[in-house]
């Protein structure tokens, strides 16, 4: 299943056409987002990152790095929730929802980056 096309996206951001199924991968209900206008497929807040994780990164550029790292070992132990996302992909257009305000360096990003090296693999 090389070439999934796996997406990451604001929730804040006007839903699409294209987004295919939407998932929510924050721990924390996103502030001032009605169920409703949110339009998420599921929401899985055990694939985001822990509380002392996120708490520590505290959106610190500099801690990036090792953000990345850290929640790749987090995530190790999550075998099944990634496995629902690579099913979710493997059946079409898949965009992981994020509330953080940078869109570069996100929970999003580094799950799509590790999804998409498990498609590439198989």
Not at 68 to 74: H, S, W
Request: with cysteine; charged share 35%; net charge neutral.
């Amino acid at each position: 299943m090389a070439n999934a096309d796996i997406r990451v996206k604001r929730i804040y951001d006007p839903v699409e056409d294209g987004d295919g199924k939407r998932i929510l991968i924050d721990r924390l209900w996103p502030r001032g987002m009605s169920k409703e206008r949110a339009a998420l497929d599921a929401w899985m807040p055990d694939i985001g990152p822990s509380h002392a994780l996120r708490k520590w990164y505290a959106h610190r550029p500099e801690r990036w790095s090792a953000f990345c790292e850290r929640y790749r070992e987090e995530l190790a132990s999550r075998n099944e929730l990634l496995q629902e996302l690579m099913d979710a992909a493997e059946e079409g257009p898949l965009t992981l929802l994020f509330s953080a305000k940078n869109r570069d360096r996100n929970q999003a990003v580094v799950v799509r980056q590790l999804l998409q090296e498990r498609c590439d693999s198989r």
